[in-house]
Antibody, heavy 126, light 107 residues
Framework: EVQLVDSGGDLVQPGGSLRLSCAAS????????MHWVRQVPGKGLVWVAR????????TYGGSVKGRFTISRDNAKSTVYLQMNSLRVDDTAVYYC???????????????????WGQGTMVTVSS | DIQLTQSPSFLSASVGDRVTITCRAS??????LAWYQQKPGKAPKLLIY???TLQSGVPPRFSGSGSGTEFTLTISSLQPEDFATYYC?????????FGGGTKVEIK
């Protein structure tokens, strides 16, 4: 069964750090770009970060750039989100996500997020 | 950044109704648009990608259309399990963004 299991969410003080993990199973992990998406309970979805298949290329949303780092360990089929300098407005459920797409002609394009983790809650509060 | 505006933000409908949700992009995104369904307490589920391609396992009462800046998600005959919140998302370039959501409730 194709599955993503998110973990690592916790209560942390403003300015603190936290590392989220996402363990993948049931598919060839290195073949897929991976993302993190967050959602404040009761609000909409916000894309956070993405890494390519071998972890050599990463991209971030503007609100987390310079504070969060996405990485992956293909030997462990795990993707991580290191979150530093956390702020109250980082409070949200964080989802690990697999994307589908294709690469051709020297370019890659993603079509959608077809597998989602169950989400892990991060609360930033004093 | 590309802004995606969904309308309506809230929709009240009955079982069997035909429902249409619109997503407008602030600039052209070709057909790099996906639709998701989210139920309370659950992760979103991919319904449609590349604007009109039905994800495997999704019932054919769901359909998508559009290109450029205007897109629609249609549910041809609303079923009880379809009451949920629906989001569009563009994947044309980074940063990826989502629409604000459309909540479909029982009339």
């Amino acid at each position: 069964e194709v599955q993503l299991v998110d973990s690592g969410g916790d209560l942390v003080q403003p300015g603190g750090s936290l590392r989220l993990s996402c363990a993948a199973s049931g598919f060839t992990f290195s073949n897929h770009w991976m993302h993190w998406v967050r959602q404040v309970p009761g609000k909409g979805l916000v894309w956070v970060a993405r890494t390519n298949g071998d972890g050599t290329n990463t991209t971030y949303g503007g609100s987390v750039k310079g504070r969060f780092t996405i990485s992956r360990d293909n030997a462990k089929s795990t993707v991580y989100l290191q979150m530093n300098s956390l702020r109250v407005d980082d409070t949200a459920v964080y989802y690990c996500v697999r994307s589908i797409g294709f690469c051709g002609g020297g370019r890659c394009h993603e079509f959608g997020f077809d597998v989602w983790g169950q989400g892990t809650m991060v609360t930033v509060s004093s | 950044d590309i802004q995606l505006t969904q309308s309506p933000s809230f929709l009240s409908a009955s079982v069997g109704d035909r429902v249409t949700i619109t997503c407008r992009a602030s600039q052209g995104i070709a057909t790099y648009l996906a639709w998701y369904q989210q139920k309370p307490g659950k992760a979103p589920k991919l319904l449609i990608y590349t604007a009109s391609t039905l994800q495997s396992g999704v019932p054919p009462r769901f359909s998508g259309s559009g290109s450029g800046t205007e897109f629609t998600l249609t549910i041809s005959s609303l079923q009880p399990e379809d009451f949920a919140t629906y989001y569009c998302q563009h994947l044309n370039f980074y940063p990826l963004t989502f629409g604000g959501g459309t909540k479909v409730e029982i009339k």
